[in-house]
């Protein structure tokens, strides 16, 4: 199986900056696809960005802002975000499939302030 630990969420005034981390640990070798999803009070969980082999795709939202990358000596991922509003406040989740079994981690809470 696939741990996936998130942290780096915090409070932040808007235009701000925040990096998150997603440390995978457990079975990982053939993990094919990676992400971060958010989920703000009283809405459904939303896609931020999904990594696949060669391709990114963000989302809209959040395009030119965030930056996905990854340590694959450390078995981390990263979520670099930028230019942060209001709207960006949510739980962010990590996400990690493998063998067509898909995994989440806990969450790591985010609050831009106005």
């Known amino acids: 199986q696939v741990q996936l630990v998130e942290s780096g969420g915090g409070l932040v005034q808007a235009g701000g900056s925040l990096r998150l981390s997603c440390a995978a640990s457990?079975?990982?070798?053939?993990?094919?696809?990676m992400g971060w999803y958010r989920q703000a009070p009283g809405k459904q969980r939303e896609l931020v960005v999904i990594t696949s082999g060669g391709s990114t795709n963000y989302a809209d939202s959040v395009k030119g802002r965030f930056t996905i990358s990854r340590d694959n000596a450390k078995n981390t991922v990263y979520l670099e975000m930028n230019s942060l509003k209001p709207e960006d406040t949510a739980v962010y989740y990590c996400?990690?499939?493998?063998?067509?079994?898909?995994?989440w981690g806990r969450g790591t809470q985010v609050t831009v302030s106005s």
């Open positions: 457990g079975t990982i070798f053939s993990i094919d696809v």
């Open positions: 996400y990690a499939r493998r063998q067509g079994i898909g995994r």
